[in-house]
């Protein structure tokens, strides 16, 4: 009988699942994959095999009362009816932030949930859907090991320049730091194109995760060297509703003589602004495409010029360029973009012609043949580095000296 992995990747609304079967060989296979959208409104579960074969595609029962436990209860009890055989060697989950504590995937314990529930403030939008799946998993599975994969982990290793603000240093001491997100997907990226250009992946790459969430990163040698998310997912790049980039100055402006709170503020950074704030439109970038207002081609004018001055620092980071790939529903999808950004990199060595895209779909070259520097397309698969971190950590047993490690850390808890 196989053992399988599955992976949880819950967010406020959704929770994304994959499972995956671990062959004679060792490889890990896809068996399905699915999600459950609309959680607190109406949850619809939709699951498909590998195959394509539709498993699953309907409202759950009393569905506006389902919340992410049921929804994980829901998932696990279809899988089981769809894999009779199922036998779990372990649970991978994504999980938004590991600070600096948690700076590596590793086995969930008491320790680690524990410290997880310290690191909330610093999420506290994210991390506690990741925390109610975690405890939904352990108490459904009490024998199976749980693994967390955490999207800031490739990030750390920068040190005190990559990391700090230019705050007093008791600040940087107390966690207030440049953490960096989807590290996940960038570590998917850097290891496929690794498959694909070996030399570029050898060099210097920039990566573009343009999704609703959006963010981009530099790569030398495949490790992260720069990012545009720093503290939380709002800075760097506007996004579907997150603003990106923004003067503090705003925001003590909009305190002080506009009387805003906390709770107002962080509903306008996180739902209210980036694309659909600027096109007053949508968050969603096939809406504006499909749109003939023109604020909406604006908005994404708006998007495509800050990614070109990401790419332009990030480029300076890393002494130029040998690489850029584009990932994220919008980098895989929207050719648009991807001509607006390149039409004003060709001063990196990009060779760029819009009207000469190879056929079809899947990870491709998209610059000139014989471009210095060249360009990509690369759908990224975060499940699939949940579960390789989830089979390595359950076949190396390090549950013991990752706790320890962990314990070994100090952050100074609290600011001056
Ligand atoms: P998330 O960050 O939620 O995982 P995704 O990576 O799925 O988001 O990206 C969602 C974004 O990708 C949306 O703005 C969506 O409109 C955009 N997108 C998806 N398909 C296309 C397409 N064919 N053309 C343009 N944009 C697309």
Redesign the pocket.
Known sequence: MSEHIITFNAGSSSIKFALFSIGADGLLRRAAAGQVDGLGAGAHLKAKAADGRVLHDAELPEGDRVGHGDALAAILALMQAEFPQLRFAAIGHRVVHGAARLSASTVIDDAVLASLRTLVPLAPLHLPNNIVGIEATRRAFPGVAQVACFDTAFHRGGGFLSEAYALPRDYFEAGIRRYGFHGLSYEYVAGRLAELAPREAAGRVIVAHL???ASMCALRGGRSIDTTMGFSALDGLPM?TRCGAIDPGVLLHLLETHGYDAARLSDLLYKESGLKGLSGISH???EL?ASQDPHASEAIAYFCACIRREAGALAASLGGIDALVFT???GE??ARVRAAVLGGLDWLGIEFDPDAQPEGRGDRVISAPGSPASAWVIATDEEAVIAHHALRLVRAGVQGATTASIAARHTKASLP
Do not use: F, K, L, V
């Open positions: 999704g609703n969430g579907g969603d970038m096939r495409e994220g529903g919008i999808n929207s």
